[in-house]
């Protein structure tokens, strides 16, 4: 089966740099999503890391090591509108080739304080 | 384009009454996700369709809940009969071949399920 680990709760103070961590156990990775979702929202894809480094769009920034099962995703500059959840899924062939499947972790909730 | 579509946006119904959830996904998309969202178990996976085939259905959680989807720009889930521990965020996603390969899955706005 599949297991994502990533902290529950994160705060942080408007203007600094956070990073959410997550990592993973899988069988036949093929690569790692994050997502936000803003209370009473719906999730919307951030980024997508299949090969080893860093991936960066505009104030955020994802990071996947392969060999670590272990990604992050960085945010800089953070605003108070980033305070949202942010989750990491994982894409593998646990159900097969072809599989668009994503399997999701719990999130990490994420406070931007003054 | 509007985005994934669902209806309703929130419902309220009594244990023992059917419910039935819609979702009208993005033009030109092959693939469609229903996803449960609770506080508990997070964002799980019912099932998906590809070219309105179901793909996987392992995520169903019991045979109180089917989902059909008879044309590429409609599909239903629904629970019969429905009880309290249903009540969640019901979401709906869809996706191309290339945006699924980067892991881009588009969500609707969601249906919020009371069972009272």
């Known amino acids: 089966g599949q297991s994502l680990e990533q902290p529950s709760e994160v705060t942080a103070v408007e203007g600094a740099i956070v990073q959410i961590n997550c990592t993973y156990q899988?069988?036949?990775?093929?690569?790692l999503s994050w997502y936000q979702q803003h209370d009473g929202g719906a999730p919307t894809f951030l980024s997508y890391?299949?090969?080893?480094g860093l991936e960066e769009t505009g104030r955020f920034s994802s990071f996947l090591s392969r060999s670590d099962s272990y990604g992050y995703l960085l945010l800089q500059e953070l605003q108070m509108k980033d305070s949202a959840s942010y989750f990491c899924?994982?894409?593998?062939?646990?159900?097969?080739?072809?599989?668009?499947?994503?399997?999701f972790g719990k999130g990490t909730k994420l406070s931007v304080i003054p | 384009d509007a985005g994934v579509i669902q209806s309703p946006r929130h419902e309220v119904t009594e244990m023992g009454q059917e419910v039935t959830l819609r979702c009208k996904p993005i033009?030109?998309?092959?693939?469609l996700f229903w996803y449960r969202q609770t506080m508990m178990r997070g964002l799980e996976l019912l099932i998906y369709?590809?070219?309105?085939?179901?793909?996987?259905d392992s995520g169903m959680p019991e045979d109180r809940f089917s989902a059909k989807m008879p044309n590429a720009s409609f599909s239903t889930l629904k629970i019969q009969p429905s009880e309290p521990r249903d009540s969640a965020v019901y979401f709906c996603?869809?996706?191309?071949?290339?945006?699924?390969?980067?892991?881009?899955?588009?969500f609707g706005p969601g249906t919020r399920l009371t069972v009272l």
């Open positions: 899988t069988s036949g990775f093929y690569g």
């Open positions: 890391n299949a090969l080893d």
């Open positions: 996603a869809s996706s191309l071949e290339i945006s699924g390969v980067r892991g881009e899955q588009f």
């Open positions: 899924a994982v894409r593998d062939r646990y159900s097969g080739a072809g599989s668009y499947q994503l399997t």
């Open positions: 369709f590809n070219n309105n085939v179901p793909i996987d």
């Open positions: 033009s030109g998309h092959d693939y």
